[in-house]
């Protein structure tokens, strides 16, 4: 993965579910740039969003 912003989110989402609030927290992006990560994460089947939540599948 070479965008560092999709690296940054997806190790902050990690293997359990994480709230938005807490993978802004933990990726130090600005909510917009981890909003569109997590987007292009669940195209390309890496994280999945339950009820708010989101998850590492891959």
Known sequence: MADPA????????GWVPTSLNGVV?????PVGAV???L???VRIGAIVEERG???RVQ
Do not use: F, I, P, S
């Open 6 to 13: 999709l690296r940054a989110v997806l190790a902050a989402v």
């Open 25 to 29: 927290t933990a990726a130090g992006l």
């Open 35 to 37: 909003g569109a990560a």
């Open 39 to 41: 987007d292009q994460l």
């Open 53 to 55: 939540w989101w998850q």
